[in-house]
């Protein structure tokens, strides 16, 4: 399953731990968004270990699934590139 993670932390070692994280577990595809080919088990993993890094009271992370259809309805306009989506992330 495709994830999308996007978060907006005002606090730079806290958003630098969790770009840190985030870089093992997908690819950068914006400054503060990632996307990342996960199962179940493993997003369960990745959001225990956000909320260990994050503050509720003032950073916000927003975690999207991108079902199997949409994932072929990624559209991308201006400078980047898609990334193959077919690899799950093993721990």
Not at 2 to 15: F, M, Q, S, T
Not at 51 to 72: L, N, T
């Amino acid at each position: 399953m495709l994830w999308v993670i996007a978060y907006d932390i005002p606090d730079d070692g806290r958003r630098t731990k969790l770009a840190k994280l985030m870089e093992s577990y997908g690819d950068r595809v914006q400054y503060s968004v990632f996307e990342a080919e996960l199962n179940e088990k493993h997003i369960r993993i990745l959001k225990k270990r956000i909320e260990e890094i994050i503050d509720i009271d003032q950073d916000s992370v927003r975690i999207y699934r991108i079902c199997a259809d949409c994932k072929d309805e990624i559209n991308l306009l201006g400078i980047g590139k898609l990334y193959e989506l077919d690899r799950v992330f093993i721990v």
